[in-house]
């Protein structure tokens, strides 16, 4: 059984409908990039993987994981990068959903936050503000707190915005890296060049059609030449 799949999932607002029988799967291991035009739906999909959103018809199954255990790394605000707190409250923040009422995070916890620091070379921060650091020590950041709420699935909503072109990459070799030790991810991004470097698989999202497969159908279908034809914006 697939991690996540979605079956006819239609999604709107009020009467708009936004997303429309939309039907994909992600197995345990794969790293899916969903791609498209501005206004497709691209976070309306999001939403609804979160729970923040409730299909209109058709259905979201996760089966091997709950789904509370989604490791989410939001899109990045100007706000939130001027976030006052420091790299490890905000790394074991990540640790929240699962914590319920209690009022102190427990060692288990403060253990999990500790090894994703290490895992992602930012422990030597812990103590330092992190609205203080660059925008790709603020994405690792992010990130190690993302796995704090995951062993099974990140979910990464534009996750190199903003970064230059070295700390780019940096995100991206991370990112894989993670993935090859058997964390399933889904990554919206408008980097088609990175989606076809990286990702096992494409959903490629147009406000009239979808394309669901694997990178090499992607590659061979009409929605690959649509993308190159410029569709692809930030
Ligand atoms: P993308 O992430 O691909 O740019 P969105 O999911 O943000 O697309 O938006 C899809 C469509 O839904 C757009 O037409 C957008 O205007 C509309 N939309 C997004 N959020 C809302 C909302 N909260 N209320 C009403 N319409 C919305």
Known sequence: MALIKTENLTLSYENMTVIKE????VNAGDYLC????????KSTLVKALLSLKKPVDGTITFDGMLRREIGYLPQQTN????FPASVSEVVISGCLNSRGI???????ERRIAAENMERLGITELKKRSYREL?????????????????KKLLLLDEPVSGLDPMVTT????????????NVTVIMVTHDMTA?????????????????FGTIDEFIASDAADFMKGGAVRG
């Open 134 to 150: 660059s925008g790709g020590q603020q994405q690792r950041v992010l990130l190690a707190r993302a796995l704090c709420a995951t």
């Open 102 to 108: 209690r009022p102190f995070y427990s060692l288990r």
């Open 22 to 25: 939309l039907s994909f799967e």
């Open 34 to 41: 969903i791609v498209g035009e501005n206004g497709s739906g």
């Open 170 to 181: 940096e995100m991206y070799e991370l990112i894989s890296r993670i993935n090859k030790e």
């Open 79 to 82: 706000a939130q990068r001027d």
């Open 195 to 211: 989606a076809l470097k990286y990702a096992s698989h494409m959903l490629c999202m147009t406000e009239e059609s979808h394309f």
